[in-house]
């Protein structure tokens, strides 16, 4: 088969559901204001970053991220996510500059389709050498507005949040 028509047989079995064309919302550029603690001891640290989102034929959604670090050096980050109609679930990954770990996503969207929570694994910030779980949920307040949600669940069983940033789309 020539590459030209198994690339037009693959798009015709690719074709975006509309759990795909949920992740839509979030194109476009945005600027983004937030606040994170390291720690149940740590103090708060706010921060601002912007974020560009564009598509990836329609599947996927690709955001690269900067934001101003505490000890005045950027950091960058890329996140992608698509769902699968194989597992019934968003998937995707999570990197950034200052960290080593790939994150992992998986997660559902609530009864509402306003709420997208992903959840993941990865290093422990308060127990070095553990590995703990992790839900980013993102929330849509409206169409040029959105409020990313990280948590962690303790060794206690109880979920902690440590993160909250308002994404605002720039005009």
């Known amino acids: 088969m020539e590459s030209s028509t198994m690339e037009q047989e693959m798009r015709k079995k690719a074709k975006p559901l509309k759990e795909h064309q949920w992740l839509d919302q979030l194109l476009g550029e945005w600027a983004v204001e937030g606040e994170m603690t390291m720690g149940p001891d740590q103090p708060l640290q706010k921060w601002k970053g ?6 990836l034929g329609g ?3 690709i955001a690269e991220g900067q934001n101003e670090m505490p000890d005045g050096m950027t ?5 992608q996510l698509g769902y699968d109609p194989q597992k019934k679930q968003f998937v995707g990954t999570f990197t950034a500059s200052v960290m080593t ?3 992992l996503y998986s997660g ?3 009864a509402s389709r306003k709420i997208l929570t992903l ?6 910030m308060v127990s070095e050498g553990k590995l703990a779980r ?7 307040k409206n169409e040029d507005h959105r409020l990313l949600t990280s948590q962690m669940l303790g060794e206690d069983g109880k979920w902690r949040q440590f993160m909250t940033a308002h994404y605002r789309r720039k005009k």
Not at 50 to 55: D, G, I, P
Not at 75 to 79: E, Q, R
Not at 119 to 124: A, F, K
């Open 134 to 140: 992790y839900k980013d949920i993102i929330e849509i």
């Open 59 to 61: 599947l996927w959604i």
């Open 119 to 124: 959840e993941t694994e990865g290093p422990n």
């Open 101 to 103: 770990n790939l994150w």
């Open 108 to 110: 559902t969207l609530d």
């Open 50 to 55: 912007v974020e560009s989102v564009r598509s």
């Open 75 to 79: 950091g960058s980050m890329i996140t």
